[in-house]
């Protein structure tokens, strides 16, 4: 039998019923009839792009937004028939779509059952319905909950859970509420990152502008105020049509973000979850197959708008305007592509090192050696050195990873590894 190599999808689903006010995805909200024009050229890209994956075997597919659990069931019918029709689906592929409470039905679970389907990711955030308005999400816990009895009801045995730390106005107290609820549901998988203020963003609006040394607010530079405890009051949240003035609550301080940390890696390995990445979770084999290829270097095809792809050494994205990628001719291959640039050795070799360290497991000196034909310790024996003495990273040979503290300030851990 030939010997296929390895290739994960990614495709991008970039609507969204309306935008939270935290997000700087690739997401918006658009009448439905865009829908159909997105996902006719969505599918003519996967028909253009397949002719050059002919001798490659797909491991995971990741269906992403956006909301991808917001479109009519039948675009999903469609596009996995397509998708089963156009590449070589390994039989055991991990193909996750990612859903948001409030959008799920059962003819819809149904349907993602029947497509193949075998992964759910979804997006909670918070279990404190005020802090859900505060994002501006669509959903409260309790849809969450109405969503995930079904998943269940419908046979998902993969479910992620997304949860949001660092939230206006969240305590340790309300963080430990999202948890403890979170986990009686027995999820086998839970994502938890920090809020981050992006630019562009209302949040960075509200927070970043006035996030100075008295705000108590942090920032995408990491820099953080000094917890005053003060309200920033902000006109119109997201989606809201009519104006109205709302309190919004303070960002944590660095120090209640550290308690929050800590608390989510005990109590989380206390009810059976191994943190197998800096921000994720799983029981035993349910790690995230398709990210873990990510931060190893695997090759991922993107489908759709702004996806991204990295395939064999060459990097690019796709066009992230709309109306253009509606008007490419798609039987082009690489139509969409934009941006193409092919990784130097330097690159391909601090990207191993910056992602995979990322992994609780580490990065490994052998696999170094056999992908890029050179010594890891040799080339970085100074930093290897002066981080081990600084108890950041420990060596455990062939593996390098980071310590607790290593995790604690990996940013600047893992910037040390750039050449
Ligand atoms: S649902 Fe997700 S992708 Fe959509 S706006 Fe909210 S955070 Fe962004």
């Not at 092919?342 to 601090?350: A, Q, R, V, Y």
């Not at 950041?392 to 050449?419: K, Y």
Request: hydrophobic share 35%; charged share 25%.
């Amino acid at each position: 039998m030939m010997n296929r190599r390895p290739l994960e999808l990614y495709i991008h689903i970039p609507f969204c019923a309306r935008k939270c006010a935290y997000c700087d995805f690739l997401s918006f909200a658009v009448p439905e009839r865009v829908y159909q024009d997105y996902m006719d050229k969505l599918i003519e890209e996967i028909y253009g792009q397949s002719l050059c994956f002919s001798d490659w075997s797909v491991t995971s597919i990741f269906l992403g937004g956006g909301t991808p659990s917001l479109l009519p069931p039948r675009f999903m019918e469609e596009l996995f028939a397509v998708l089963h029709g156009c590449f070589s689906i390994e039989e055991d592929a991990e193909i996750t779509i990612e859903a948001n409470p409030g959008t799920l039905t059962m003819e819809k679970l149904e349907v993602y059952q029947e497509s193949g389907i075998n992964r759910l990711s979804l997006g909670l955030q918070s279990a404190d319905d005020q802090e859900l308005r505060v994002l501006g999400r669509i959903h409260t816990f309790d849809d969450f909950l109405k969503s995930y009895q079904r998943a269940r009801q419908a046979g998902f045995s993969n479910i992620s859970v997304d949860l949001m730390s660092a939230l206006p106005g969240q305590d340790v107290h309300s963080w430990k509420n999202t948890l403890r609820k979170v986990v009686m549901l027995k999820p086998e998988h839970i994502s938890a990152y920090s809020l981050i203020i992006e630019e562009g963003t209302p949040f960075y609006e509200w927070y970043g502008e006035v996030g100075g040394p008295e705000g108590g607010i942090t920032r995408r530079d990491g820099k953080n105020g000094g917890g005053k405890e003060d309200f920033l009051t902000r006109s119109v949240l997201p989606g809201d049509r009519r104006s109205r003035r709302m309190e919004l609550p303070p960002l944590p301080d660095e120090d209640t973000d550290r308690e929050i940390y800590h608390m989510t890696k005990e109590l989380l390995a206390g009810q059976g979850y191994e943190r197998y990445e800096i921000s994720n979770y799983a029981r035993p084999g349910y790690e995230c197959r398709h990210n873990i290829g990510y931060w190893t270097g695997a090759d991922y095809l993107g489908l759709g708008l702004g996806a991204s792809s990295y395939i064999g050494g060459y990097r690019y994205h796709n066009v992230a305007d709309m109306g253009e990628y509606l008007s490419l001719n798609m039987k082009k291959a690489g139509a969409a592509a934009r941006d193409i640039k092919e990784l130097s050795l330097d690159e391909k070799m601090e990207e191993f090192m910056f992602l995979g360290l990322r992994m609780m497991r580490g990065v490994s000196g052998s696999d170094f050696l056999g992908r890029f034909g050179r010594n890891m310790w040799n080339l970085y024996a100074v930093t290897l050195r002066r981080m081990e003495g600084q108890g950041l990273i420990e060596i455990d040979t062939p593996w390098v990873r980071l310590t607790d503290r290593g995790i604690d300030v990996s940013n600047r851990v893992l910037c040390e590894f750039l050449l």
